[in-house]
């Protein structure tokens, strides 16, 4: 069973384990958000971790301290992002079908390191998941601060969900809405480029995450 398997020894099983995920990716929230540690992972990461795995107990350990602690502190990050992996993927939320009679609620999110997003609505006074989407951050977007991360998570939301949203109205939440959304309806400079949209089209709204 899925919720048994170990963490990969090696680089390829790593990547096995997370292109098995590319599917489900939209079944779970902030997939991207947990599986940036792992993506980071590479193969003398693995090797450094079958050595410790290997070595003696007991036996005084060298190096750096600063180094060690900073290699522990990943390798704990990391397992603990791959059980919580597997436990989205046996225990995934309820995704409701696009109702076009419903209006339809967006809600971003960003860190350090990736972007996400959900398409909820309101069904019986409970808002139900349609869809979530997620990356990691590119490098030349790692330096933005999180105004910024958060409105790469509503283009996101709202290219993967263009279909449904091309025609109507989104409200959307977020930590810092204010200063995503002006009233001018601009929403900055994104690399260099403005990026801006039909603030007619669009409800910001604050919300905690």
């Known amino acids: 069973m899925l919720c048994n398997l170990p963490f990969p ?53 060298t190096g750096d301290v600063e180094q060690r602690a900073e290699e522990e502190d990943r390798w704990t990050r990391a397992t603990v992002a791959f059980t919580l992996l597997k436990e989205k993927i046996v225990s995934p939320p309820i995704l409701k079908h696009f109702d076009p009679d419903q209006a339809p609620v967006g809600i971003v999110y960003a860190n350090k390191w990736a972007i996400s997003a959900a398409l909820v609505q309101e069904h019986d006074g409970v808002f139900w998941p349609v869809t979530f989407t997620s990356r990691i951050l590119k490098t030349n977007e790692l330096n933005y601060g999180i105004v910024e991360k958060e409105v790469l998570a509503l283009l996101r939301i709202l290219d993967v969900c263009h279909t449904m949203l091309v025609s109507g109205q989104i409200k959307v939440l977020s930590r810092l809405a204010v200063a995503i959304f002006g009233s001018s309806g601009s929403l900055g400079y994104m690399g260099g480029a403005p990026v801006s949209m039909d603030a007619g089209d669009h409800e910001m709204q604050e919300g905690r995450r």
């Open 9 to 61: 020894r090696t680089l390829r099983a790593m990547q096995s384990f997370l292109e098995s995920l590319n599917y489900y990716s939209r079944f779970i929230e902030d997939f991207a958000v947990y599986a940036a540690i792992l993506y980071e992972l590479r193969q003398v990461d693995f090797f450094e971790f079958r050595r410790r795995e290997n070595a003696e107990i007991g036996r005084p350990k």
